[in-house]
């Protein structure tokens, strides 16, 4: 590729990256006519699978290279077969043939048209050039995006794009912060009774954040293709859930003890440590879902997904902190 992940487009189709197949066998061949036309060819790919055809230039299989070697030479090619074939549509995109490859552990994948006509093949070496520089590129790229912003746009340099870029995504944390005011005087009574709640305030929505952005950064990595796997991101939310709820647990606990050394009674620092334990959770599932609606939506997840989630988590834990301390403690 020789290309950095900031200047790659995922999004590519991946008939840009297809080879001729030169290794296509027809079905109604037997093995004996199959060899031989095979010899006749001027293969220079390195060999990997026999895919076969029918009268119509159709994927009907694929023949093993030990299983076309080792059968009869009467065999009919359509015979020793196996099929269906895991193959790629030509409207994959290369985000999707990366999950493809990553998903079914082949070394070769077949792309075909609308009328599964054999269009070429696709391998794995096509994601496993510059790999070292690639990873890196990745990590520099996805950090850049996470807070809205993409590695070209700060390149440009200029202080008016760079405010152009930028000020879109902060509007979301000042919506979130007047949101939050708003909520705090709604809620003015309970501050004002229990002053240790504002006390603890910021430490509850930095544990809320936190765990909302780790969960958000690990949903985004299984979102490269343009196709969702929903199996992926159930797996993931389970996990997630699993790990939240074990983080709130410990982290409410330590904090609600902390907060105990003012000796305002067991009630207050009951809240602060019940909110923690919540919120977390609801903060791990915010970090899975908002990146799964927008790239659901065809939005990119990397540059939406992190002042969104933070706006939102912002929002969710301030009214279950305040409402929560206001019924229990009023």
């Not at 950095?4 to 990256?17: K, M």
């Not at 055809?53 to 359509?78: A, N, Y």
């Not at 490269?224 to 993931?236: E, F, N, P």
């Not at 983080?247 to 620092?269: C, E, F, T, Y």
């Amino acid at each position: 590729m020789n290309k950095s992940y900031a200047e790659f487009d995922f999004s590519r189709l991946i008939t840009d990256f297809v080879k001729p197949v030169q290794t296509a066998v027809r079905s109604d061949q037997t093995v004996a006519q199959a060899l031989d036309a095979l010899r006749q060819q001027k293969i220079s790919n390195n060999i990997i699978y026999f895919y076969v055809v029918d009268e119509q230039q159709k994927l009907v299989g694929v023949v093993p290279t030990r299983t076309l070697l080792l059968s009869g030479p009467d065999d009919l090619v359509g015979k020793i077969m196996q099929h269906p074939v895991i193959c790629l549509p030509s409207s994959a995109t290369f985000g999707d043939a990366a999950a493809f490859f990553n998903s079914h552990h082949l070394l070769a994948l077949p792309v075909v048209d609308e009328q599964e006509k054999l269009l070429g093949t696709v391998d794995v070496r096509l994601f496993a050039e510059d790999a070292l520089d690639f990873s890196r590129s990745a990590r520099q790229f996805d950090l850049f995006q996470l807070i809205g912003l993409s590695l070209q746009q700060m390149q440009k340099g200029s202080v008016f794009s760079s405010f152009r870029f930028r000020m879109p995504w902060l509007v979301c944390n000042l919506v979130s912060g007047l949101a939050c005011a708003v909520v705090g005087h709604y809620y003015r009574e309970v501050l004002r009774e229990v002053v240790l709640l504002a006390m603890f305030f910021p430490l509850v929505l930095t544990l809320s954040e936190s765990i909302s952005m780790q969960s958000m950064t690990l949903t985004i990595q299984y979102l490269h293709g343009s196709m969702v796997r929903w199996g992926a991101v159930i797996r993931r939310a389970q996990l997630e859930w699993g790990t939240a709820a074990l983080l709130g647990l410990s982290g409410g606990v330590v904090v609600g003890m902390v907060a105990m050394l003012w000796r305002q009674g067991i009630a207050p620092p009951t809240v602060i440590a019940v909110t923690i334990a919540c919120s977390m959770i609801i903060s791990a599932t915010l970090g899975i879902t908002i990146p799964v609606l927008l790239h659901a939506t065809r939005m990119d997840p990397k540059v939406a997904a992190g002042p969104v989630t933070l706006m939102l988590v912002d929002l969710v834990t301030t009214v279950t902190y305040l409402s929560l301390a206001t019924w229990w403690l009023l």
